[in-house]
C-alpha cells in the first residue's frame, strides 16, 4: 500500500508528538501515494490497527494507532476523506475530490491557514491585498497590509489630505462631536468609543509593524 507511515515519519515519537490536524497532512500524503486499486480499498480499521502502524516497535503501536484514528477523524471531518457509497461493510472510505488536492503536508498547513480566517468574512478589497501573505504564514504583513487599507479607505471616505496618517487621521476622522465618519445618532459615549476602537487598532497593529519586528499578540 505505497509508502509506510514509518517511511514518511520514522520515529514514532516525531509522529506522537504531532497534533491531528498536522498528522493528518502526512496520512493524506500517504493515502494519495497507494494504487488506485489501494485506494479502492481504504479501510479505518485495517489502516490505524494495522497497515499504518507496521514498522513501528510493538510498544508504540497502541499509541500510533490510536494517533493515526485522530488524524483520520481529523480528514473524514474536513471533508478529506469520506465513508464509501454502496459499501457492504463500514469502514471503507474513499479519498474525496478536495481530498486529492492534498498532496503533502504542506497543502494541508495552508489549508488550515485558509480557514483560520474564511474569506466570506474579509473585505474583498483587503482579501485581494493580503491573502497571498497571510497563507505564507507572513501574519506581520498581512495585518499592516490589511490596516493600511483601512487607513486609505478611512482617508478617502473622510476626504482627508494625504498628510493626514495613522493615529491621527482616526481621532479627526471619528472625533465625536465633528468627525465626518462619526454616526450622529450613537449615543456620546459610543462615538467616543468608536473614535477609540479605530486609532487604537491603528496604533497597535499598524504603526509598530511600520518601524520595527512586532511580537504577534
Given at each position: 500500500m505505497g509508502d509506510t507511515m514509518s517511511a514518511l515519519i520514522s520515529?514514532?515519537?516525531?509522529?506522537?508528538?504531532?497534533?491531528?490536524?498536522?498528522?493528518?497532512?502526512?496520512?493524506?500524503?500517504?493515502?494519495?501515494s497507494v494504487c488506485e486499486t489501494d485506494q479502492r480499498n481504504l479501510n479505518r480499521e485495517i489502516f490505524c490497527s494495522d497497515l499504518g502502524i507496521r514498522g513501528y516497535p510493538r510498544e508504540h503501536a497502541e499509541g500510533v494507532s490510536e494517533a493515526l484514528m485522530e488524524a483520520w477523524i481529523w480528514l473524514e471531518r474536513e471533508g478529506l476523506i469520506a465513508p464509501k457509497p454502496g459499501a457492504t461493510s463500514v469502514g471503507y472510505y474513499f479519498i474525496t475530490r478536495r481530498g486529492k488536492r492534498m498532496k503533502n503536508a504542506a497543502d494541508i498547513e495552508a489549508y488550515n491557514r485558509a480557514n483560520l480566517l474564511p474569506k466570506n468574512l474579509v473585505h474583498p478589497i483587503i482579501v485581494q491585498k493580503v491573502w497571498s501573505a497571510f497563507l505564507r504564514g507572513d501574519y506581520d504583513t498581512a495585518v499592516f497590509q490589511a490596516f493600511r487599507e483601512v487607513e486609505i479607505a478611512v482617508r478617502n471616505?473622510?476626504?482627508?489630505?494625504?498628510?493626514?496618517?495613522?493615529?491621527?487621521?482616526?481621532?479627526?476622522?471619528?472625533?465625536?462631536?465633528?468627525?465626518?465618519?462619526?454616526?450622529?445618532?450613537?449615543?456620546?459615549?459610543?462615538?467616543?468609543?468608536?473614535?477609540h476602537l479605530f486609532a487604537g487598532a491603528i496604533g497597535?497593529?499598524?504603526?509598530?509593524?511600520?518601524?520595527?519586528?512586532?511580537?504577534?499578540?
Open positions: 520515529d514514532p515519537k516525531d509522529l506522537l508528538s504531532l497534533e491531528p490536524e498536522e498528522l493528518a497532512g502526512t496520512v493524506i500524503e500517504h493515502l494519495n471616505a473622510g476626504d482627508f489630505a494625504p498628510e493626514d496618517i495613522g493615529v491621527p487621521l482616526m481621532r479627526k476622522a471619528f472625533d465625536k462631536s465633528k468627525g465626518p465618519l462619526v454616526f450622529p445618532d450613537f449615543p456620546d459615549a459610543e462615538r467616543e468609543a468608536m473614535c497597535l497593529y499598524k504603526n509598530p509593524r511600520s518601524h520595527r519586528q512586532v511580537p504577534r499578540i
